[in-house]
């Protein structure tokens, strides 16, 4: 209880009380994680079970658009015939869940990396900085592009739209993981400079301890702040994977997936099934970033203005 009043205590939530934009933006992304995470409860149909589809249900208009008032699709239908409400709410899971997940691999990747190669230094930097220069120097959505590709041309469509989320996981976690490794470096670089430092290998603490227990959380500030600029790239560079046909499968929709499903019927009239779940994933990308402009300003006090 003590922990749950300092934080609440904490100038940390203070500011956040006295921000609206981040207050707001907090509980949109929090309100679309939640209904995204219940999905299996609160959507009114299971887009994955093939008898609650029904191909001739396929376009058919929102409510507000229908003619038939007591349409139970209140967004309309795909081209499948799916209910847009349902499959965009399981759709921003699986986004989400690759969002996640991919910065998760890529702070385990870049943070490691950064850490050793601040702290040793000499070769080990060299090689693993050099290493991250040349990942810098291509896109990372062409090194998705080609990975997606290969993985699809050498396994078959079936057997990656099996394994599509860990796919995805790992070719967006591993793409992006130099932009933790270069921010984690320089803060070690900074750090291993300090008093404390000196203190822990004067008393005789082992290398792996010092970087992990005592280097590593005073790096933690700049880590949280990329992770949430990351969460809204990995998400964006789904959809695009998924746009052009290289992430999940139709029958597996996420944001993305469902964008490109619809496009090319935009022009004839059924527009909904494009324009919604791109207002779904802007909003989305909105709400990550402007959290995460708020938090590059607390936990960096030379940003702050009161």
């Given at each position: 209880?003590?922990?749950?009043?300092?934080?609440?205590?904490?100038?940390?939530?203070?500011?956040?009380?006295?921000?609206?934009?981040?207050?707001?933006?907090?509980?949109?992304?929090?309100?679309?994680?939640?209904?995204?995470?219940?999905?299996?409860?609160?959507?009114?149909?299971?887009?994955?079970?093939?008898?609650?589809?029904?191909?001739?249900?396929?376009?058919?208009?929102?409510?507000?658009?229908?003619?038939?008032?007591?349409?139970?699709?209140?967004?309309?239908?795909?081209?499948?015939?799916?209910?847009?409400?349902?499959?965009?709410?399981?759709?921003?899971?699986?986004?989400?869940?690759?969002?996640?997940?991919?910065?998760?691999?890529?702070?385990?990747?870049?943070?490691?990396?950064?850490?050793?190669?601040?702290?040793?230094?000499?070769?080990?930097?060299?090689f693993f900085m050099r290493l991250a220069d040349i990942q810098l120097s291509f896109s990372t959505l062409m090194v998705a592009i080609?990975?997606?590709?290969?993985?699809?041309?050498?396994?078959?469509?079936?057997?990656?739209?099996?394994?599509?989320?860990?796919?995805?996981?790992?070719?967006?976690?591993?793409?992006?993981?130099?932009?933790?490794?270069?921010?984690?470096?320089?803060?070690?670089?900074?750090?291993?400079?300090?008093?404390?430092?000196?203190?822990?290998?004067?008393?005789?603490?082992?290398?792996?301890?010092?970087?992990?227990?005592?280097?590593?959380?005073?790096?933690?500030?700049?880590?949280?702040?990329?992770?949430?600029?990351?969460?809204?790239?990995?998400?964006?560079?789904?959809?695009?994977?998924?746009?052009?046909?290289?992430?999940?499968?139709?029958?597996?929709?996420?944001?993305?997936?469902?964008?490109?499903?619809?496009?090319?019927?935009?022009?004839?009239?059924?527009?909904?099934?494009?324009?919604?779940?791109?207002?779904?994933?802007?909003?989305?990308?909105?709400?990550?970033?402007?959290?995460?402009?708020?938090?590059?300003?607390?936990?960096?006090?030379?940003?702050y203005k009161d």
């Amino acid at each position: 209880m003590q922990k749950i009043r300092t934080f609440l205590d904490s100038d940390f939530v203070f500011r956040f009380k006295r921000d609206r934009i981040a207050q707001g933006s907090f509980l949109v992304f929090l309100l679309i994680v939640f209904f995204a995470a219940a999905a299996p409860v609160v959507a009114p149909f299971d887009p994955y079970d093939p008898m609650q589809i029904d191909i001739m249900d396929s376009e058919t208009p929102p409510i507000w658009q229908n003619d038939d008032k007591e349409s139970p699709f209140l967004l309309g239908t795909d081209p499948q015939g799916r209910d847009m409400l349902s499959t965009i709410l399981y759709g921003t899971r699986v986004s989400l869940i690759i969002g996640i997940f991919a910065v998760m691999l890529q702070a385990f990747l870049g943070v490691s990396i950064g850490l050793i190669s601040g702290y040793l230094g000499g070769r080990v930097e060299s090689f693993f900085m050099r290493l991250a220069d040349i990942q810098l120097s291509f896109s990372t959505l062409m090194v998705a592009i080609i990975a997606a590709a290969l993985f699809k041309a050498i396994f078959g469509s079936e057997i990656y739209g099996n394994v599509a989320i860990i796919v995805l996981v790992l070719i967006i976690g591993i793409a992006e993981w130099p932009q933790y490794a270069r921010t984690v470096r320089a803060s070690v670089l900074a750090e291993r400079k300090k008093e404390y430092v000196d203190a822990a290998r004067v008393i005789g603490l082992p290398q792996k301890r010092i970087m992990f227990r005592h280097i590593l959380p005073n790096t933690l500030s700049p880590i949280l702040v990329i992770s949430t600029v990351q969460i809204a790239n990995a998400i964006i560079s789904e959809a695009a994977l998924s746009f052009l046909g290289l992430g999940m499968p139709v029958n597996k929709p996420s944001l993305g997936s469902l964008i490109s499903s619809g496009f090319e019927f935009i022009f004839s009239g059924s527009w909904w099934i494009t324009v919604i779940p791109s207002i779904v994933l802007i909003v989305l990308i909105i709400s990550i970033n402007l959290l995460g402009d708020w938090l590059r300003d607390v936990l960096n006090p030379r940003l702050y203005k009161d």
